[in-house]
């Protein structure tokens, strides 16, 4: 394919917030990323409440078993922070990008046989098929991993267009 093929995204922000916010990716405490430390975290805290109940029924050589919950609980607690603000930081990040594409009047792609161009108003990331290391074709969104990494609604383009886009993806994109 020599020539340029272009396809223009219809920028909706329910159409990517509906991908990135899939399952409860946003939630700060049951995300997929943080979902094990929260119940980790609430069962040491549980367990602790427990011994901290019962600490007269301990002998002074048992009473250590406090201390070493306690210092598991805590452990479970900084790691469920550090979980918690990685995820902060990956939704302010997204949102940040919803919002450019509220106020973007331009979206699109540009393909041909040997580049990749999104275009957000006038700012125009290209890309050379062999940058791209990896692709996933879903029943709702299209997503490239390269130099460059997309996620593309398929609500948000044509049916021609998805269908276009696939067998160019599928086509030039060596999947590792």
């Known amino acids: 394919m020599t020539e ?26 049951f995300s997929p990323t943080t979902k094990g430390k929260t119940v980790t975290t609430i069962l040491t805290a549980l367990i602790l409440l427990i011994l901290f109940l019962f600490r007269d029924e301990f002998s002074k050589e048992k009473s250590g078993i406090l201390y070493f919950v306690s210092f598991l609980f805590l452990l479970c607690a900084v790691f469920l922070s550090v979980s918690i603000n990685k995820v902060s930081r990956w939704k302010k990040q997204v949102n940040a990008y919803l ?24 700012e125009k990331e290209t890309s050379e098929w062999k940058d791209f290391t990896a692709f996933d074709i879903q029943p709702k969104y299209i997503a490239l991993e390269g130099k460059y990494n997309y996620m593309f609604p398929v609500a948000s383009m044509s049916k021609e267009d998805h269908q276009f886009l696939k067998k160019i993806i599928a086509e030039n994109i060596v999947d590792k």
């Open 4 to 29: 340029e093929k272009v396809i223009v995204l219809n920028p909706e922000r329910a159409y990517f917030e509906e991908i990135y916010f899939n399952g409860n990716q946003g939630s700060l405490f």
């Open 99 to 122: 919002d450019i594409l509220d106020r973007c009047k331009i979206y699109e792609i540009r393909v041909n046989g040997n580049f990749f161009t999104v275009n957000i108003d006038g």
